[in-house]
């Protein structure tokens, strides 16, 4: 198995990752004994290799953090929960796969593979005076952060009509390989703050919040 040793737990909240080494076939081996028929079909539907790998992995994340199996539901906004009353951010990058756990109605989680390609689209989801702000040692990493962060709180509070630039905004830190930054939604009226949560390992970059 590759589930990671990079648990994290804070709070109500727990996190895992696992590295998608295997095939689809020997995940399902894994699992196999555990689905139920609903579930079962929802697998067999899924004809992409990728895309099975993605779904039997975070589903054995939910097992092993939980220590059981413990079925996905998605309310009508498309957030997934679970039964015994909480709710989960699943989120795929590559060949990583990650899953935050919590008691809290608003959490989100997303994790990235970090390459130089995301010098080419800052501007669709920094402004130009984010964007000056950042520090050109760990500039790539910064910009990692910020876009975690603001897929993070998309998920945690599912905005519609959303432009990542003007909607989703963190404060100007300091990068470390692991930190915390004061983030916000602002659309219209509406106003919400959050603690995101960033950490850096294996090339990813990782981002999550929780209200």
Not at 2 to 23: C, P, Q, R, V
Not at 173 to 197: A, N, R, W
Request: charged share 30%.
């Amino acid at each position: 198995m590759a589930f990671l040793d990079k648990t994290i737990k804070s709070e109500n909240n727990i996190i895992g990752f696992w590295k998608i080494e295997e095939e689809s076939a020997e995940l399902f081996s894994l699992l196999k004994d555990s689905l139920n028929a609903r579930e079962l079909t929802q697998y067999k539907d899924l004809t992409h290799e990728r895309r099975r790998c993605e779904w039997l992995a975070s589903r054995l994340l939910i097992q092993k953090l939980l220590g059981q199996h413990a079925e996905v539901f998605y309310y009508d906004s498309g957030k997934p929960y679970i039964k015994n009353g909480f709710n989960i951010s699943i989120t795929h990058s590559y060949d990583m796969a990650g899953v935050m756990i919590s008691d809290k109605n608003h959490i989100g989680l997303d994790i990235e593979k970090m390459n130089l390609r995301i010098l080419k689209i800052e501007h669709k989801f920094m402004e130009k005076s984010e964007i000056s702000g950042l520090k050109p040692d760990n500039k790539i990493q910064s910009l990692y952060v910020n876009w975690c962060a603001k897929e993070a709180m998309y998920k945690a509070f599912n905005i519609k009509d959303f432009d990542f630039k003007d909607n989703f905004r963190l404060e100007t830190f300091d990068y470390l390989s692991c930190g915390k930054v004061p983030g916000k939604i602002m659309q219209g009226d509406l106003e919400k703050k959050f603690t995101i949560h960033y950490n850096e390992f294996d090339g990813y970059m990782t981002a999550w919040c929780a209200e």
